[in-house]
C-alpha cells in the first residue's frame, strides 16, 4: 500500500530560523495536505495542494506540490515560539481515506 | 471556517461501560471520519461515513461501531470500553468532490481514558 516517508523527524530551531520538511510517497497523489499538531489538540489543516508543480502559501508557510506527484514540500519563514508542534503530511490511498507521514517534532528555542 | 467539535475534551470510563463519543460538523460535510491516535501508531482510521446511515469499516474497527442519523452528527460508540481503548479520538469531515473529498478537517480530539 502506499506509504509516506515525512523528515526530519524532529527539528530543534532557534527563534527566526526558516523550516524545511518533507513527505515523500512510493505512489502519485493527487492532493498533498499539509496539518499542525498542538499537545492534546486536534490537527489543524495548514494548506492544502491539488496540482502538480503548485506552490501555496499561508502567512509564514509556503509548501509545493512536487512535479513528479510523489513528493511534496512545507516552508516556514522566520520561526517564531508558537510554530511548536508536529507537523503531518498526508495523501490519499482512496477515495476518502488518507495516509499520513509519522510527523515531524518542532522545537523552536526563543 | 469549517467546524468540527466533539461533545468532550477529557473522558474517563470504566471497564465494560458503554461510551458515546459525539462529532458534530457545521459546513454541510457529506463525509465524517473518527480515528484514534496513539504514540507511535500515528492516525488510525476506525470508521468512516459518505452519507447518513451509509458507514464503511476502517483499518481497526473491532470493539468500535458508529450510527450517523443526520448528516451534521456522526457518533462512535464502544460498546463495551476496555483498557486497550484508552486513547485520543479525533473526528474529522470532509466535503464531497473530487478534490475536496480527500481534505480532511479535524475536532479538537477526546482523550479517554478507560479504566
Known amino acids: 500500500g502506499q506509504q509516506l516517508n515525512q523528515s526530519p523527524q524532529s527539528m530543534f530551531i532557534q527563534e527566526g530560523e526558516d523550516v524545511s520538511m518533507n513527505c515523500t510517497s512510493s505512489?502519485?497523489?493527487?492532493?498533498w495536505l499539509w496539518y499542525k499538531q498542538d499537545p492534546g489538540e486536534g490537527p489543524v489543516l495548514l494548506i492544502a495542494?491539488?496540482?502538480?508543480?503548485e506552490l501555496t502559501s499561508n502567512g509564514r508557510l509556503t509548501a509545493q506540490f512536487g512535479i513528479t506527484r510523489k513528493d511534496s514540500f512545507l516552508n516556514i519563514s522566520a520561526s517564531i515560539p508558537s510554530d511548536v508542534g508536529i507537523y503531518f503530511c498526508?495523501?490519499?490511498?482512496?477515495?476518502?481515506?488518507?495516509?499520513f507521514g509519522k510527523g515531524t517534532l518542532l522545537t523552536v528555542n526563543p | 471556517d469549517v467546524k468540527v467539535t466533539q461533545s468532550s475534551r477529557y473522558l474517563v470510563k470504566r471497564t465494560g461501560e458503554k461510551v458515546f463519543l459525539e462529532c458534530v460538523q457545521d459546513?454541510?460535510?457529506?463525509?465524517m471520519f473518527w480515528y484514534r491516535q496513539d504514540p507511535g501508531l500515528g492516525l488510525r482510521l476506525i470508521y468512516f461515513?459518505?452519507?447518513?446511515?451509509?458507514?464503511e469499516k476502517g483499518d481497526i474497527p473491532e470493539g468500535y461501531s458508529v450510527s450517523r442519523e443526520k448528516k451534521e452528527r456522526f457518533s462512535l460508540i464502544l460498546e463495551s470500553a476496555s483498557t486497550n481503548q484508552t486513547s485520543m479520538y479525533l473526528c474529522?469531515?470532509?466535503?464531497?468532490?473530487?478534490?475536496?473529498?480527500?481534505?480532511?478537517?479535524f475536532g479538537p480530539g477526546t482523550r479517554l481514558t478507560v479504566l
Open positions: 474529522a469531515s470532509s466535503p464531497d468532490g473530487l478534490a475536496g473529498r480527500n481534505t480532511q478537517y
Open positions: 505512489s502519485i497523489f493527487n492532493t
Open positions: 495542494l491539488y496540482k502538480a508543480g
Open positions: 498526508a495523501g490519499p490511498r482512496s477515495n476518502y481515506k488518507l495516509t
Open positions: 459546513m454541510d460535510h457529506e463525509n
Open positions: 461515513s459518505y452519507d447518513v446511515k451509509m458507514k
